[in-house]
């Protein structure tokens, strides 16, 4: 048995398992193709990686890394350069927040920080957390709902933008005590 793991530019993730591994190989060529423009053949796209726990019924893990670059320039698709998006991993993983909606708010404060997105939404934190590597947490618009209630207030929705938020200086403050970043 063999697992297939692919991480697309927007963020999406794919795991396909295949008992033959000539389909294996049709499903690397159909992701590592030249239809594809946004994937820059030259950069190495599949590697092996054996799996850390021996298990018997993986017998190896091949994993497709996302693509930062649209084949000729520094951008990824959405627009941020590759250091931005670095630099906002680093800050969102050093901090080590607990919780989701803590999480919500030190990835909403990161992308204001590095990526000069102000608000931001249900859609756009599901990219963000799969960009950091996070769990999601069951539900983000009631994770949001209860950091923008009085009771925290680390959130606050945008007036006349459905659905957008942004952090607060109470947010900030108790979210991101530990960064040494303030």
Known sequence: ??????????????????????????????VTSNDNSSIDIGT???????????????????RIDPVSSNGN??????????????????????????????????????????????????DRLASLFDLVGWQRPHSFIQTLRNAARSKFRWM???????GQYMVTDIGRDISLKGVGEL
């Open 156 to 162: 606050e929705r945008v007036p006349g933008r459905s």
């Open 73 to 122: 320039g520094h951008k990824s698709a959405n627009g941020h350069s590759s250091s931005e998006e670095h630099e906002l991993i680093k800050f969102c993983r050093s901090s080590n927040p607990m919780g989701d909606m803590r999480k919500v708010v030190v990835v909403s404060e990161a992308a204001s920080r590095y990526l000069n997105e102000q608000m931001v939404d249900c």
């Open 1 to 30: 048995m063999n697992k297939v793991s692919v991480t697309t530019p927007n963020g999406s993730h794919l795991i396909i398992e295949v008992d033959d591994p000539e389909v294996l190989y049709k499903i690397i060529g159909m």
């Open 44 to 62: 190495d796209l599949v590697r092996e990686e054996p799996i850390s726990d021996a298990s018997e019924y993986y017998s190896d893990v091949y």
